[in-house]
């Protein structure tokens, strides 16, 4: 059920009340080893707030680990400037900086942009409002949005969109953009769900989301104007690997019902028939088996086969070994009885995540004629993962149907 929290107490910022020890907003800019950045960073941010923000303020950096001289330029910047700070964390990640200096604020309207600014931060204010009257627990940048004005590349524009797909056919998500790196929470709402959030790194925002989501509480999304930094460091396929394992993580949970019980009542139900989260777990596993090996034939064919019939081939191979281990070890069914019509009816569900795949690739190719290899496995991994969720549903429903 979704409840509608009460507006804050908020004061308008001024000569006497800025310098508050509570503010209204807590802003937190995360950075590891970006001494290049921070200070002009940090200086425009303070600068926007200080003419053009109605309502107290803090800007907390938070350095993950930095082994330049960021941490010395915050730490320059909080003796310089009023409202800003520098905390140290001795351990990376955006999600454990998140969590641990949202934890420990004492503002009521937590909030965070990336180093880079790419979005525009005029959207700060409708961004925190909704949260600060009530009308809104969470609130998000979205660059997917109609209202949307984005600059970036096309093979970030499609492994976004492949990405916020995933997420929609997997967990049955409703919001438009999980990764968008401007976010605000009120922080009664984040003492709820930050202790049930595990991800320490770049999935902590999409966790976030759907705990807050089957938590029953109400996410407002700000159309962003947004450009990409081309300058970023963030490795795109480890960070793809590392959110295909954080959404089978949380599917499990969810089915099992234990993310249920550790947030309370308010989480819409998600138990699944007996027997099927045993099941999921098997297919999990076996899922990533069958997609590592299918990465590596891909890999090993593509040079002389070209992209699409090193797709088809990498998948035949692997869908006949996947169909087998399923039949075995997720649906227990042994010996010869039905093992040829098994396959057959596997293969066709092949022919089903041939054409996700391809799809995808094509899509790929018309919006990024040059992608290399690496932006082409990154997006093969997403397609896999949206055919991956087919293949469950139709081996429990129609192959192993008799073995459920």
């Given at each position: 059920m979704t409840t509608t929290a009460e507006p804050l107490p908020v004061a308008v910022a001024?000569?006497?009340?800025i310098g508050?020890?509570?503010?209204?907003?807590d802003l937190v800019i995360p950075v590891f080893n970006e001494e290049q950045d921070l200070e002009r960073s940090v200086l425009a941010v303070h600068s926007y707030l200080t003419r053009s923000f109605p309502?107290?303020?803090r800007i907390t950096i938070a350095d993950n680990a930095s082994t330049d001289m960021t941490l010395a330029i915050a730490q320059m910047l909080q003796a310089q400037l009023e409202h800003v700070r520098a905390v140290h964390l001795a351990a990376k990640g955006r999600g454990r900086a998140l969590r641990s200096v949202w934890l420990g604020s004492d503002a009521a309207v937590l909030a965070y942009l990336d180093v880079d600014l790419s979005t525009d931060l005029a959207g700060l204010l409708p961004l925190v409002a909704p949260l600060i009257s009530g009308h809104?627990?969470?609130s998000i940048g979205t660059r997917l949005a109609r209202g949307s004005r984005v600059v970036r590349g096309p093979k970030r524009e499609v492994i976004s969109r492949c990405y916020n797909a995933l997420l929609r056919t997997v967990l049955r998500t409703q919001f438009s953009d999980a990764q968008c790196g401007f976010k605000a929470i009120r922080a009664d709402a984040a003492r709820r769900l930050l202790p049930v959030v595990e991800d320490n790194n770049w999935f902590f925002d999409t966790e976030l989301l759907v705990l807050a989501e089957r938590a029953g509480l109400r996410i407002?999304?700000?159309?962003?104007?947004?450009v990409d930094d081309p300058g970023s460091t963030v490795d795109i396929v480890a960070t793809a690997m590392e959110d295909l394992r954080g959404i089978t993580r949380v599917g499990r949970g969810l089915a099992s019902g234990v993310l249920r019980r550790r947030l309370g009542d308010a989480v819409a139900d998600t138990e699944l028939p007996p027997g099927m989260g045993r099941q999921l777990g098997r297919f999990a596993?076996?899922?990533?088996?069958?997609?590592?090996a299918y990465l590596v034939l891909f890999l090993m064919l593509r040079p002389t086969l070209g992209s699409f019939r090193a797709n088809a081939v990498a998948l035949l191979v692997t869908a006949v070994?996947?169909?087998?281990?399923?039949?075995?070890?997720?649906?227990?069914?042994?010996?010869?009885?039905?093992?040829v019509r098994h396959q057959v009816e596997g293969l066709a569900v092949y022919g089903?995540?041939?054409?996700?795949?391809?799809?995808?690739?094509?899509?790929l190719h018309a919006a990024a004629p040059g992608a290399g290899t690496v932006v082409e496995v990154t997006v093969l991994v997403a397609a896999n993962a949206a055919a991956t969720l087919l293949r469950f549903v139709l081996f429990r429903a129609w192959v192993f149907r008799s073995s459920r």
């Open positions: 001024g000569p006497a009340q508050c020890p509570a503010p209204v907003l309502f107290t303020f809104s627990d969470l407002h999304e700000v159309p962003v104007d947004w596993a076996i899922g990533v088996a069958s997609t590592l070994a996947n169909t087998g281990a399923n039949r075995r070890i997720t649906f227990g069914t042994r010996g010869p009885a039905r093992r089903l995540g041939l054409a996700v795949t391809s799809a995808a690739l094509w899509l």
